[in-house]
């Protein structure tokens, strides 16, 4: 069964960091890349990283040296590291399963956690 619960969300001042996780289940690690995507009022969600195997992770230009994902197989738990955070990376963000990393999609999703970037 797919399943996937993020946390971590919360408030950070611009030039800040913040961790989010995503504990799944076994059967979703096993079978399924784990990608987050985000999603802002009035626009359309967009996947900002992925991570699949042993496989180079994927990141969307507008993260790309900022952001890190990564994988704790022992805790099931993909986490993302978002560092240098700006006004405009605040959104919903919510990790999904997808089929691959190329290109990141929404098979099955969590309920997503807020992230505001604000002074």
């Known amino acids: 069964q797919v399943q996937l619960v993020e946390s971590g969300g919360g408030l950070v001042q611009p030039g800040g960091s913040l961790k989010l996780s995503c504990e799944v289940s076994?059967?979703?690690?096993?079978?399924?890349?784990i990608a987050w995507f985000r999603q802002a009022p009035g626009k359309t969600s967009e996947g900002v990283s992925c991570?699949?195997?042993?496989?180079?992770?994927f990141y969307s230009e507008s993260v790309k040296g900022r952001f890190i994902i990564s994988r704790n197989n022992r805790k099931r738990t993909v986490y993302l590291q978002m560092n240098s955070l700006k006004p405009e990376d605040t959104a919903v963000y919510f990790c999904?399963?997808?089929?691959?990393?190329?290109?990141?999609?929404?098979?099955?999703r969590g309920q997503g956690t807020q992230v505001t970037v604000s002074s």
């Open positions: 076994q059967f979703t690690l096993d079978y399924y890349a």
């Open positions: 991570i699949a195997g042993r496989d180079d992770p």
């Open positions: 999904a399963a997808s089929p691959s990393c190329t290109p990141p999609m929404v098979h099955s």
